[in-house]
């Protein structure tokens, strides 16, 4: 099998059409489909079906895609290992966190990072699904929640706090609770699609302090859009401290309560554990960290 159309293969494979592959390698839809199907013949097998809204890998093309799949990130780690041949550290890091904590502290710090280490090309996956470090998706993670994965490495690198917050016109209008057990007549934002969660138990208030299980009166998949609907006087939520630092039109409720805490863990694969990018981004979020009141 000619490697160039098996690059060309997983390019298809992960972009889901011909049209998106093509302008990833800079090629005509018509180059790569004809690619395709010029490797097809040769397998004597069809790798795609075909689709209006897309093509979907076959049994036989979901097999070399796996094979594929090994080879590119092979090939990733050894390219990785050549460019760290030299003294500073240099080459593609991706970094993966989540939305509310990659779209604020991570993007408010990055730069310190980007300007100690200008040969080090950092690319930001922000999400609050997992991307797989396995698959090298991302070379490394800030998680909330620990990895179940031996193959993976990872290191509590601090302890994030959760309280409640409402703003001051919600408090108006309800009155300000006096007790865990007072929230049952309050209004609680959560968040929603608990499959995609950041972190576990994260709707921690619906059982605080009762036998009965609240019901929220709004659900929302992503931490900074329950501050943004707790800042515009839908209800109480429950909030990172750190995401809360510096936000106007929100305050602090049941301040003497006990809130909840999560673990923040620093992952990466086996590979890596001696690239110096790696060690170099490990430092300085060990560093930041120390600074910053979670």
Request: charged share 25%; proline share 3%.
């Amino acid at each position: 099998m000619d490697w160039d159309k098996l690059r060309i293969f997983h390019t298809v494979a992960t972009a889901g059409s011909f049209t998106h592959a093509g302008e990833t390698l800079g090629l005509s839809q018509s180059a790569v489909s004809r690619q395709i199907r010029t490797l097809e013949e040769s397998l004597q097998t069809s790798l795609f079906n075909r689709h209006a809204r897309g093509l979907i890998l076959t049994d036989e093309g979901e097999t070399l895609f796996e094979t594929t799949k090994d080879v590119v990130s092979k090939i990733h780690v050894t390219e990785q290992q050549i460019l760290e041949g030299t003294e500073s550290p240099r080459g593609k890091l991706k970094i993966t966190t989540t939305t509310s904590f990659g779209s604020t502290w991570m993007m408010h710090n990055i730069k310190k990072f980007i300007d100690k280490y200008p040969e080090i090309d950092v690319q930001l996956l922000i999400g609050d699904g997992d991307y797989d470090l396995l698959t090298r998706q991302a070379d490394v993670a800030i998680r909330f929640h620990p990895s179940d994965h031996l193959d993976l490495i990872q290191r509590q690198i601090a302890t994030f706090h959760y309280h409640l917050y409402a703003s001051p016109t919600y408090l108006n209008d309800y009155g300000r609770p006096k007790s865990g057990e007072d929230l049952d007549n309050h209004k609680l934002i959560t968040y929603g699609d608990l499959s995609t969660s950041p972190i576990l138990n994260i709707n921690w208030v619906l059982d605080y302090c009762t036998k009965v299980k609240r019901k929220p009166v709004l659900e929302v998949n992503n931490i900074y859009g329950v501050l943004q609907a707790v800042k515009s006087g839908i209800g109480i939520g429950s909030l990172p401290d750190y995401l809360v630092q510096g936000s106007t039109n929100i305050v602090p409720i049941l301040e003497d309560h006990q809130g909840h805490e999560f673990p923040a863990y620093f992952v990466y694969t086996q590979e890596l554990k001696n690239s110096k990018r790696i060690a170099a981004f490990k430092d300085f979020i060990l560093h930041e960290f120390k600074k910053t009141v979670f």
